[in-house]
C-alpha cells in the first residue's frame, strides 16, 4: 500500500482475505499491521462452516 509505516491509528478490514489467494495471506496481514500505529481488526468469514457431511450440497447455495 502507498502508505507510510504506522499512518493510521486503527486498520479495518472485512472480507478481504477470504477474496484473496491464501499463499497472499502472510503478506496481507503483514501489511496491515505496517501501516497501523495501535489496532487492526480483520474481519472474515469462513465458508467450510457450511459444510456438512450429511448434506454436503449445502455450501453450493451460497457460492457466487
Known amino acids: 500500500m502507498p502508505y507510510k509505516d ?4 486503527f486498520v479495518y478490514q472485512r ?3 477470504m477474496n484473496t489467494n491464501p499463499n497472499d495471506h502472510e503478506k496481507i496481514i503483514n501489511e496491515i499491521m505496517r501501516v497501523t500505529k495501535d489496532s487492526a ?3 472474515e468469514y469462513d465458508w467450510h462452516d457450511l459444510q456438512s457431511y450429511e448434506n454436503p450440497e449445502i455450501i453450493e447455495d451460497y457460492k457466487i
Open 15 to 17: 472480507f478481504v482475505l
Open 6 to 9: 504506522e499512518a493510521f491509528d
Open 41 to 43: 481488526i480483520l474481519l
